[in-house]
């Protein structure tokens, strides 16, 4: 079996979308069956990054829309493939025309906002009813991309995004990170992501805004918000309130070699969000040992099953996260039972399970 990829980014990307798709390709490449797995991104802003040996990660799309579908049409000419995988739903109407050309299945991959409401684009609403397959990553963009687009829910696999164990694991704090946040003495609870004002859909803001209530309860309570993006301005002024003063610290862009030791300084994760289509911050996290506070109201409560492995609020409940976290910082860090559940390995033999039903045409169905 030989599949073909289009897709934003992976290797060399950032984010959990970009996560996911190399965890994909990965999976891919590992299961049994697949000869070889083309993969064509948009994006690799990284540095070059360890790849599996099936994987013919394609570089020549890179450096704008020209260039991109100019190496899209050398593919489709040059190389046949049984599955043809969309890894964004702008990406359609290029991946049908793939799949058409050569015959094969079409798969569309979604994640989150991307996939929550209508395109734009009339063209990919019109293209959907082409598409073979859809895989989403959580039961809440199952539900509202089936809201729109007229398929049915269960005609969507769904496969949770996975977290490497081995990378993530419960250890001391830093005291090099603990000088460098002034964070000596203080109770942490954190909070990462890209800064961005779409939605303001991280909960950061909501945090914030029960930080005053929990300060009167806990003063040494120090907010670390992780991550960098166009928003962070807009925050930073929030935090400069008097009620918030020198109780709120930024750390700006982390590297992937540094995240697990930032984890290790939070004795509370809280993500009371409304964007997120999974939250695989919440998986590492978990894996560090710190207790999670996700949102009942988006793919949080997938990646917390439900309760199982954190506790879930509504955010437009403040007196809810408040209790929330002033019980999680009660609670001892532990990796919660069951978190294997998003183990590589469990993820990898999903797909491998998967990969007969992709592989099949509408007309097979």
Partial sequence: ?????????????????????????????????????????????????????????????????????????????????????????????????????QGASLVLVIFGIDAW????????SLLLPQVDRVLSISRVTTERFAAWSGFPPKAILELPPCIDLAGF??????????????????????????????????????????????????????????????????LEGLARSPALDGHVVFTGRIDEAEKAAHYRLADVYAMPSRGEGFGIVLLEAMACGVPVIASSRDGGRDAARDGRLGRLVDPDDPAALESAIVAALDQPKAVPEGLDFFSLAAFRGRVADLLPTLARRRSAR
């Fill in 169 to 234: 694991s419960p250890g001391p704090r830093d005291p090099a990170l603990e000088a460098r946040y002034g964070l000596e003495g203080k109770r942490v609870v954190m909070t990462f992501g890209r800064l961005v004002s779409q939605a303001r859909a991280k909960g950061m803001d909501e945090v914030l805004a029960v930080m005053p209530a929990l300060l009167a309860r806990q003063p040494d309570l120090t907010y670390l918000i992780a991550g960098d993006g166009p928003d962070r301005s807009r």
């Fill in 117 to 124: 409401e209508r395109p734009r684009n009339r063209l990919v």
């Fill in 1 to 101: 079996m030989n599949l073909l990829v289009f897709l934003h980014d992976a290797f060399g990307g950032f984010g959990g979308i970009s996560r996911f798709n190399r965890d994909l390709l990965a999976g891919l490449c590992a299961a049994p069956g697949v000869v070889a797995v083309t993969a064509l991104p948009r994006l690799a802003p990284g540095p070059p990054e360890a790849m599996p040996a099936k994987l013919d990660f394609r570089r020549d799309g890179l450096g704008g829309r020209a260039r991109y579908l100019l190496a899209a049409f050398r593919l489709m000419l040059r190389r046949q493939s049984d599955i043809v995988l969309c890894c964004h739903l702008r990406l359609l109407p290029l991946a049908w025309l793939a799949a058409r050309w």
